[in-house]
Every structure is written in structure tokens, then in C-alpha cells.
């Protein structure tokens, strides 16, 4: 790991780079992924990437780091002091790390012939395959025909190093848990909702207690004195 919070240049300043900001997808990209891997014949798994940010090279201003001891090769000890190396591969923790690992796994992506989803970022969409992937950082989430998940995994796989891919589980801090309910009456669907509670006696259903006070009609005499603030400040506005 990188100090990202300890890096200086040659004249002991704080250093400057690039600034390359990741583009991490939203929450509500995540839940319309979920979405679409409820349509049926599609399933979802989630697949996460080895040592992410390593598998891309860094560019931009070159870096030096101090190597801990502990990982000085055996040919070093006795011979250096506190040596320096270049480093080569984007550590975490430094600055520019996330948007080159950022651009290294797009790069893969798109050329599996994967499109970018408009307006959304890290977002993409197989048009070939209908198939919907979300990556956020080293978490990779799939949405697609059941059929097409093994291919679709495998040529992902033979491009960026990553784990065997799995059911869904937590994927940005949130579990999921796929199940089915029997949606018998409207009743039942409004059970499934925090925001109602169903009386089951009635069979119906209404809203749970809110903090939140009921929004009054204002009184005549209010209504008047509005109106009368209204216009004097539109005067004054245009005066």
C-alpha cells in the first residue's frame, strides 16, 4: 500500500499529480441491475477482481517509493541504506492508482463488446448478449440470460484476474437475498412495502405513523396576507 498522504517531490514539497478521479457507479444503477436480473431467464452473479489496481501499470509523474525492509530482496541487505525504487504498477493508496486501474479494466471490458450506459459511469450494457455489468472498483456485477453468464464470465476472466464468480451476496454494503412471494391479492404486495402495514382482520392496508405533520390549506386571512406581501415585493423587484 501506498502512503498516499506521505508523498513529496525531489525538493521536499507536496507533490502533484494528475488527479485522474475513478467514476464509481450509484446506488441506483446497483438496484437497476437487480431489476433486470429479475426478468425472466436472467440470473445475477458477482465476481470480484485479484489485487485490482496492481493489474494496471501507473503513467503519468513518475513515482519513487521507499521499500520496508522486509521487502528487500536478500541480495540487498548489508549493501543499501534506504533505497529507492520506481514503482511501476498503480499501489493503492496513491493518488492517481484508482483511474488508471479504472481505465486498464474499461479497456477490457469494451473490447468484450460491452457499451458504456449513457450518463451512468462504470456502468455497461451487451447489446449482443442483453446483458448489464456494474464494476465499482474490484466488485464486478453481472445481470444477463442464464445461459450467457459461464461465456460471458470466462472471456471477463481471461482478460482481468479474478475470483470464480458467485451468487449475489453484499455488494456496496448492502446484502441481497433473492426470494419469491406469491403475490395473491394487493394486499399481499403492500405487505411487502416498510411504508404500509396490513390489518389482517380488514385485509386492507394504510400507511404506517409518520413524523412528518399533514400539509394544512392556509386560512383565508392568510391567503390574503400573501397575496399582499406578493405584490409588495414584486413592486420592489421591479421598481
Known sequence: MCLGDNVVDQDFNWAEFAELSSSPPTMEASKALDAVGCLSGYSKTQSDATGAYTQ????GTPTWV???????????QG???????PLVLALYGHPDAGGHWERHCEKHVLSLGF??????????????????????????????????????????RSRIEMEAPRGIDRFLGCMRR???????????????????????????????????????R?????????GKL??????????
Open 115 to 156: 457499451q458504456r450506459v449513457q450518463s451512468w459511469d462504470s456502468v455497461f450494457w451487451h447489446p449482443g448478449h442483453k446483458a448489464m455489468l456494474l464494476v465499482y472498483v474490484d466488485d464486478f456485477k453481472l445481470a444477463a440470460p442464464t445461459r450467457v453468464h459461464s461465456k460471458l464470465w470466462s472471456q471477463l
Open 66 to 76: 521507499r521499500l520496508p525492509a522486509e521487502r528487500w530482496p536478500s541480495s540487498w
Open 218 to 226: 392556509p386560512q383565508r386571512h392568510q391567503r390574503r396576507a400573501c
Open 79 to 85: 549493501r543499501y541504506k534506504d533505497p529507492v525504487v
Open 178 to 216: 433473492a426470494f419469491e412471494v406469491p403475490a395473491r391479492s394487493v394486499s399481499t404486495l403492500l405487505a411487502l412495502h416498510p411504508g404500509y402495514h396490513v390489518r389482517p382482520k380488514l385485509g386492507g392496508a394504510k400507511r404506517a405513523p409518520t413524523p412528518l405533520q399533514k400539509r394544512q
Open 230 to 239: 406578493r405584490s409588495v415585493l414584486l413592486k420592489g423587484i421591479w421598481a
Open 56 to 59: 494496471a501499470y501507473l503513467q
